[in-house]
């Protein structure tokens, strides 16, 4: 008996379990999540969370959205303007290697052409002077590349195909149409090269257009066009007669320090080897051509000085002027 008492007396001080009961949250079934506060723990707000992040994924898809119809408008607009357009032609590179090799054929076939035409105009004239054999003229076809590219670089407007250019005509005074100006027999270019006046009889310097510059300083006399103007530094050693075209031709003086002759002086200042038969001899210099024909030098017979005669031009412009320089230069007398 005493032992159930006991056992009374201990089941009356130990305290009843407590049971905290949990409710799940409202409206969990369609994903949206309310939970009431409490005093022991603080105010979270999934809902706005996942609002959030929805209007973040109905964006991208907005963004893709507006990008594919886009596209379809591109591929729409492509295939109104161009009935026969394709994916491929989006997509197909080898297409375009294709046209760009088409497109390179077309140039090979364009410059053999070119070449062709040039051997053409050779052979008419040869046979015009008849002055050439056979084997001249299988050499003027096979013309290399290079040399081909040096005729080119002095194409002129010429009306008279007398190879003086329409401006040097002008100066001259010479007709533009007509290839022996005066009816004396001889060409007007071979005339002025040679420097005889191709509107008349006598020389070049009686022509009414020519006018003769005199170096005092270091004794040369040049001929020059009366219209080009002249400056002049004070030691005489830079003479240049400007040209409309904003081209130049300039003679310069400098001491030939080693006393070499021309063909070693240029060697020396270009690092060019010179042929013997490339430097011109005259009665009082040597001298010889830039290798593209835009520069003289010459030298005097006791190598005191070296002379150099330059025609200067802008560059992508033709030069008008290259017989009237090579007119100078075949005028130039050293007293």
Do not use: C
């Amino acid at each position: 008996m005493k032992d159930k008492k006991d056992q009374k007396e201990i089941e009356s001080i130990t305290p009843d379990p407590v049971f905290n009961i949990h409710r799940m949250p409202q409206n969990y079934k369609s994903g949206r999540f309310e939970i009431s506060s409490s005093s022991e723990g603080s105010n979270v707000t999934p809902t706005k969370e996942h609002q959030q992040k929805n209007k973040k994924i109905g964006l991208i898809i907005m963004i893709f959205g507006v990008i594919l119809v886009i596209f379809l408008g591109y591929l729409i607009f492509s295939y109104i303007s161009n009935p026969n357009f394709s994916f491929n032609s989006l997509f197909d590179f080898e297409k375009k290697e294709e046209i760009v090799n088409i497109n390179d054929n077309v140039d090979d076939t364009v410059n053999i052409v070119e070449e062709d035409q040039v051997g053409e105009v050779i052979e008419e004239d040869l046979a015009e002077e008849g002055s050439q054999d056979e084997e001249s003229v299988v050499e003027i076809e096979d013309i290399e590349e290079e040399n081909l590219e040096e005729e080119f670089a002095y194409v002129f407007l010429d009306s008279d195909s007398d190879g003086l250019s329409d401006e040097e005509e002008y100066l001259l005074g010479s007709n533009y149409l007509q290839v022996d100006s005066d009816n004396d027999g001889y060409e007007d270019l071979s005339e002025v090269l040679n420097l005889y006046n191709p509107i008349g009889v006598n020389k070049l310097i009686d022509n009414i257009n020519i006018e003769e510059f005199k170096n005092n300083s270091f004794n040369y006399s040049v001929l020059y066009p009366k219209s080009w103007d002249i400056s002049i530094l004070s030691d005489e050693s830079s003479v240049v007669f400007s040209i409309n075209d904003n081209s130049f031709v300039q003679i310069l003086v400098e001491k030939n320090e080693g006393q070499q002759n021309i063909g070693s002086w240029y060697g020396s200042r270009f690092f060019s080897f010179i042929n013997s038969e490339d430097i011109i001899i005259n009665d009082d210099w040597s001298g010889l051509y830039s290798e593209d024909g835009s520069a003289f030098y010459l030298t005097d017979k006791d190598l005191k000085n070296v002379y150099t005669i330059l025609y200067n031009f802008p560059e992508n412009q033709t030069q008008s002027y290259i017989n009237i320089f090579k007119t100078m230069v075949n005028s130039f007398q050293l007293n």
